[in-house]
């Protein structure tokens, strides 16, 4: 029986540290980007500002192209080798569809006693040709494209503050919640 209890103990352990999210970033210079996602940049946003970031994650290394364009912020994330991944445009929640959004509120609402959504994102990853192509023009192929939304959350469950990750459908569908390991929210204000 004892055996029993350690290893309930340690698969509950394990599980639940793999729900959560250690994500760092560090600025990096444009010099020691690869040629391949300066190419992608270049071509979709000529003569904008962009900041390169050197992201450190759960799953290893990423790069990722930062930047505001006409008010929207932008981010393009590449592997290592500079190879496209995906890209995140942020957008307010009243740019969702009004029953998907419902259907965020409503998840959200029933996980925490009080919730703050600090960002929206919509996600594209998939075919580097077709997602661009959609970015740029509205049309493409989107059965080559993945699409949802990625939403961080601080939110006051029980006395708690914790920062969330959440992943939804483009249909307000929930997909997966991840902690945010590196934020601080000790001082946070609702």
């Given at each position: 029986m004892k055996y029993y209890f350690i290893f309930l103990f340690f698969f509950i352990t394990v599980a639940?540290?793999?729900?959560?999210k250690v994500e760092m970033e560090y600025p990096i210079s444009h010099k020691n980007v690869p040629d391949t996602a300066k190419k992608v940049i270049c071509e979709l946003f000529p003569g904008e500002k962009v900041k390169w970031i050197l992201e450190r994650n759960n799953s290893g290394d990423n790069l990722e192209a930062k930047l505001k364009v006409n008010k929207t912020r932008i981010?393009?994330?590449?592997d290592r080798n500079g190879f496209f991944e995906d890209l995140e445009v942020e957008l307010p929640l009243s740019d969702v569809e009004k029953e998907a959004a419902n259907k965020i509120k409503s998840k959200l609402?029933?996980?925490?006693?009080?919730?703050?959504?600090?960002?929206?994102q919509h996600h594209y990853s998939g075919n580097q040709v077709e997602v661009l192509k959609l970015y740029q023009t509205g049309v493409a192929r989107l059965r080559f494209i993945s699409q949802r939304?990625?939403?961080?959350?601080y939110g006051i469950k029980d006395k708690k503050i914790n920062s969330y990750e959440y992943l939804f459908s483009?249909?307000?569908?929930?997909?997966?919640?991840?902690?945010?390991?590196?934020?601080?929210?000790?001082?946070?204000l609702f």
């Open positions: 639940s540290s793999a729900q959560e981010s393009i994330e590449f609402e029933s996980d925490f006693d009080r919730f703050k959504i600090k960002k929206i939304f990625e939403i961080v959350v483009l249909e307000g569908d929930f997909g997966e919640r991840l902690i945010n390991a590196e934020e601080n929210t000790d001082n946070l």
